[in-house]
């Protein structure tokens, strides 16, 4: 048995260290029970020799009495004192054999195992108890609040000693272990230079509270820029502080627990990732590293490996920010694979799609298998907001261009939830390049191709999305006609079966002045409102120039009963005829028709995303998203910064709107997208009461789930984070449903607040 442990690696205290350690201590232990079996076997053996030896000599005394019997013949008497002499001697060799184990084997093995071991065994102890000692007093060190002199400076002064002592028995313990060997006596000689080196290194530079001096070094053998212990805030409702090992490979933030165990990934890519210092936490030496998708808490052991490790994820972001063209593109790949070998192991668990499962679904999109921007062949990167990919070049443009113009996500590196997938797959580099290039052959304007300059592939971009230079403008006419046919397509999907969950009596129309409701059919000179037998409302422009159009709706109404039930908060789907055509309003009754490529276009011709309908209880493209029943039209509007918490006129959020109507999928987005379920409307109902009042259990269970998360998070600080993995399990749950098998939610009835 031999051992090698780098002094470094000792003062470290790495789970390489502890793997090694673990590892010999396992021999040792091996060995010790071996030989122990060995000195039983020896015993046993001679113990069994000598009753041989004895048993022989009673037969060689018993074969001379017989050659004394037969002396009147010579010849048995000769071959029996021979036969005896030559029994005896090898009675003797037998004698010498088992003294020699007696002394050389057993003795000697048993003062091994009761004197060497029983030393090995001491030193472990002494060991183990030194480590949990340094144990506590790092978690002391780190617990000590800034605000408290006193126990900071105890702390720190019970850490220095500790970790003194330590580094002294760590080596005096793998001197231990070097003794086993033939060469101890070498190996002894170097640990006394060791424990030399130590007392000098203390003499030279403090050690209260840096375990070793850590250095950025990119080209590690290894891989391995930077390693070293951190604390780490734990991502459960309890926001515990757990040490753990971690490391910057691969262009990422990674860590483990032990050598043995998988690799953690925090952050999957440090180019799409901040640092940043946090002073307002009340233990000392903070800081957070913050990704596209979540943050991460860490805490230094001291304000100088805090600093050390701040520059060394700001060295690597800079590192691989300045890689280009085809090595930026190596990168990436190199990292997706290192990315698909980490086990995220200890991570809540996620049902997103990652890596190749994304890419394959979004690249099967025609026109997605090239960057819709340049035309690069096999992009890896999206804008999700827009719904196209981009090659790697592009997408630092975009990024460039700020979140309000375009988002990015890798299609390998990132987590894809289920809606934002089925967003990808519904818009396309074909759609959005009919909207956004539509008069660029007009304008004369060169598309970029890949390998173009970056600053022309720029500027390109930033009239396309920014100035909009290529968008064509539609006519008051074209803008009418597609009001007016998004409006009579969401009608066609109200009334099918298949668009909403079962259905409720149907709701009593508002009335305006001057209508009644006598007959089967009434319409309102004024508002242009058609009253179905079914209780809605149609939409239809009454206006000279659509008459025929009026007509033919009426025609296709059913007759309306005369007696109407109660009425519904939820289904009034009105059409007026505005006092003007806008983009605002064609993202209105986009979103109701569940059409994005008219969605995306309105908002390329400059529709605010947040426009409010004032002749239709201000209502918004969000709200009537929701009343149109799609989850991934509500996840586009959310993705271009629609507001979530926005009330139309009866005090009522997307929120409300979704509980009412039972879209359990929706609730389930709102609530992840930070919509106040405590917001009231006039009737001072919440989302929470109208689902108890509806019995919507699973609605229920969502808005109570959210609220209790939300109360351990604010228990927690205004620096909490979200994570609680219960709450995340559930909530991915209905998401990975509403979006796979919407089906299994539709088990519930709209809100009716008349019901018994």
């Given at each position: ?9 000792c ?6 260290f ?20 060995l ?17 022989n ?19 048995i ?15 003797n ?5 088992f ?20 030393k ?7 060991f183990d ?7 506590a ?6 617990q000590a ?5 006193h ?13 003194k ?20 006596a ?5 640990m ?12 030279l530079q ?8 850590l ?5 590690a ?14 991502s ?14 691969n262009?990422?933030l ?8 998988n690799?953690?990934v ?13 002073e ?23 304000e100088?490996?805090r600093?050390?490790?701040?520059k ?19 990168l ?16 809540p668990?996620?049902r ?22 340049c ?19 592009c ?56 390998g ?24 008051d ?5 597609k009001?007016v ?14 668009h909403?969950?079962?259905r409720?009596?149907?709701p ?35 206006t000279?120039?659509n008459?025929?159009l ?18 519904s908060p ?24 569940r ?25 918004t493209?969000?709200?009537m ?26 005090g009522?959020?997307?929120l ?21 379920q405590?917001?009231?409307?006039i ?14 259990a699973?609605?229920?269970t ?16 205004p ?7 219960t ?8 998401t990975?449903?509403?979006s ?15 019901r018994?």
């Amino acid at each position: 048995m031999k051992i090698t442990v780098d002094f470094e690696e000792c003062l470290k205290d790495s789970p390489r260290f502890r793997a090694t350690i673990e590892e010999v201590e396992g021999d040792v232990c091996e060995l010790e029970s071996k030989l122990d079996k060995l000195v039983k076997l020896c015993i046993g053996m001679i113990d069994a020799g000598k009753a041989y030896n004895a048993a022989n000599k009673q037969f060689v005394n018993g074969i001379r009495e017989l050659a004394l019997q037969s002396t009147k013949d010579e010849v048995i008497e000769s071959s029996l004192s021979k036969f005896a002499e030559s029994l005896q001697e090898m009675i003797n060799y037998h004698t010498i054999l088992f003294d020699q184990a007696q002394r050389s084997i057993k003795t000697q093995l048993q003062t091994f195992v009761k004197d060497d071991l029983r030393k090995f065994k001491e030193a472990k102890k002494q060991f183990d108890k030194v480590s949990e000692e340094k144990d506590a007093a790092l978690i002391k060190n780190a617990q000590a609040p800034r605000n408290k002199q006193h126990e900071v400076e105890e702390a720190t002064n019970i850490l220095t000693a500790t970790r003194k002592c330590f580094r002294h028995i760590v080596l005096d313990y793998v001197l231990q272990l070097d003794q086993l060997v033939v060469d101890a006596a070498k190996e002894k000689r170097d640990m006394e230079q060791k424990h030399s080196t130590i007392q000098q290194k203390a003499a030279l530079q403090d050690f209260s509270n840096d375990d070793t001096k850590l250095e950025y070094n990119v080209d590690a053998d290894n891989g391995i820029a930077m390693e070293g212990y951190l604390f780490k805030r734990a991502s459960n409702a309890f926001k515990t502080w757990n040490r753990r090992w971690f490391s910057i490979q691969n262009n990422q933030l990674v860590y483990q627990k032990k050598l043995k165990d998988n690799l953690t990934v925090v952050v999957e890519d440090l180019r799409l990732c901040t640092v940043k210092h946090c002073e307002d936490l009340e233990r000392r030496f903070c800081f957070e590293v913050v990704s596209p998708t979540k943050s991460c808490m860490m805490q230094a052991d001291s304000e100088k490996l805090r600093q050390a490790w701040i520059k060394a994820v700001q060295n690597s972001i800079a590192t691989a920010f300045r890689d280009k063209g085809d090595d930026a593109e190596k990168l990436e790949r190199k990292s997706s694979t290192s990315t698909g070998s980490l086990d995220s192991g200890g991570e809540p668990k996620e049902r997103s799609l990652k890596g190749e499962s994304a890419l394959q679904k979004v690249i099967a999109i025609p026109g997605n298998a090239c960057c819709c921007d340049c035309g690069q062949p096999d992009p890896r990167w999206a804008s999700i907001n827009l719904g196209i990919t981009l090659c790697i070049q592009c997408s630092g443009i975009h990024r460039s261009l700020g979140v309000h113009f375009s988002k990015v996500r890798s299609l390998t590196l990132d987590s894809w939830e289920p809606e934002l997938l089925k967003l990808m797959c519904e818009l396309g580099n074909g759609v959005i390049n009919q909207i956004y290039e539509a008069r660029r052959e007009e304008l004369g304007a060169r598309k970029p191709q890949p390998g173009d300059p970056r600053h022309e592939v720029e500027a390109y971009i930033k009239a396309k999305y920014v100035d909009r230079r290529f968008v064509r403008r539609p006519s008051d006419e074209e803008l009418r006609s597609k009001v007016v046919s998004l409006s009579k397509q969401e009608k066609r999907l109200s009334n099918s079966s298949e668009h909403l969950p079962p259905r409720p009596p149907p709701p009593t129309p508002k009335l305006r002045p001057g209508s009644n409701t006598s007959g089967q059919s009434v319409k309102s000179a004024d508002s242009g409102i058609q009253h179905s037998a079914d209780g809605s409302r149609e939409m239809l422009v009454t206006t000279p120039s659509n008459s025929s159009l009026a007509e033919a709706d009426i025609a296709e109404t059913p007759p309306m009963p005369t007696t109407l039930p109660p009425p519904s908060p939820c289904k009034e789907m009105v059409f007026y005829e505005p006092k003007e055509y806008s983009s605002g309003l064609q993202l209105y009754w986009a979103s109701c028709a569940r059409s994005l490529p008219d969605m995306a276009e309105a908002l390329a011709h400059g529709a605010q995303v947040n426009w409010v309908n004032t002749e239709d209880d201000k209502r918004t493209p969000l709200i009537m998203a929701v009343r149109g029943g799609s989850l991934v039209t509500c996840e586009f509007l959310l993705q271009n910064a629609a507001n979530v918490n926005q009330q139309d006129a009866q005090g009522r959020g997307p929120l409300h709107h979704a509980t009412m109507l039972g879209r359990t999928g929706q609730v389930c987005l709102f609530l992840k997208r930070g919509a106040n379920q405590n917001a009231a409307d006039i009737e001072e109902k919440t989302p929470l009461a109208i689902a108890v009042e509806a019995a919507n259990a699973d609605i229920v269970t969502l808005l109570r789930l959210a609220k209790m998360n939300e109360e351990m998070r604010e228990a927690e600080g205004p620096y909490s984070q979200s994570g609680d993995e219960t709450y995340q399990d559930i909530f991915q749950d209905f998401t990975h449903m509403a979006s796979n098998d919407p089906d299994k939610l539709n088990r519930y009835k709209q809100y009716d607040p008349q019901r018994p």
